[in-house]
Structure formats: structure tokens, C-alpha cells
């Protein structure tokens, strides 16, 4: 086993004062850290996607690895997150230089505007692939971490 070390946070001057967040509310130190329990089997890519073009980044039939824990994903310019599992699939913007983090294999798609609710927990489709689309004008640089 290895220990993934998570270090994120944020910093805006916003309507007058300093608003931050980070992991670990309420615990003190700089930079705080959150350690995750891993295997230690990781992937990296680092690639361009030339305009008006899709890239399959991770698939679990050809996975390397073949399952993950935390995912990584940064571009140069704004591009769209496809997350496909066995009934649904999500897809988000992910705007040029911030990074996108993902911290587990799950994806939970909703086919209509209705709001999750309390209750038991919902059942999530773990997530079969990862696609990228760039539609930005220009080529995207990006790199994703997959750690499992």
C-alpha cells in the first residue's frame, strides 16, 4: 500500500474579505494534507487534442489501471469531461489551467431536473470510461493522473 497525498486549496479576495477553502476544514498547518490509502499503481498521460476532436482517456477494458481512486485532470483550454458509466453518463465543462479532481470511480446521472433528496443513499454506476472533447478553437494540452 502507498499514501496518495492530496494538498488543495483556494484563495479569493471576495466582497471585501479573504475567502478560502480547503481539505481538512478545522485542522491547522500549511500546506494541509489529506492522505488516501492506495495501491501505488498510477497512469499518466500527457497529450494534445487538436479542435472539434474527442480522446478516450481511460477505458475499463484496456485500464491502465484497471480500476482508480482519484483521477487528475488539467488542460490549457477549456474543455468537456465525459464520464460514461453502465446507464448513464455525465459531462462537465472543465475550464482551461483548473484542474479537475475526482475522488472516486462513481458517476450518478439524473435524466431530468428533479433535485437528489434525503433518504438512502442513491445507487451510483461506476464509470466505464473517461472521454475528453476539445471544442475550444484551438489544440489543448492536458495531462490526467489516474491513481488506484
Known sequence: ?????????FEVLAQGGLVTGREAPG??????VYGLSVTGLADRQIGSLATAAVLTLWSSAVGRPATWTYLHY??????????IGSATNA??????????????????GAANTTAITGGAETSA?????????NYSGSTANYTCGLVL
Do not use: W
Not at 500500500?1 to 486549496?9: C, H, K, Q
Not at 459531462?91 to 450518478?108: E, F, G
Open 91 to 108: 459531462i462537465l465543462k472543465v475550464l482551461a489551467n483548473l484542474p479537475l479532481v475526482l475522488s472516486r470511480q462513481l458517476v450518478l
Open 125 to 133: 454506476n461506476t464509470i466505464a470510461s473517461v472521454v475528453v472533447g
Open 1 to 9: 500500500m502507498a499514501t496518495l497525498n492530496v494538498i488543495n486549496r
Open 27 to 32: 485542522v491547522t498547518g500549511n500546506p494541509p
Open 74 to 83: 488539467v488542460a490549457d483550454q477549456d474543455t468537456y469531461l465525459q464520464l
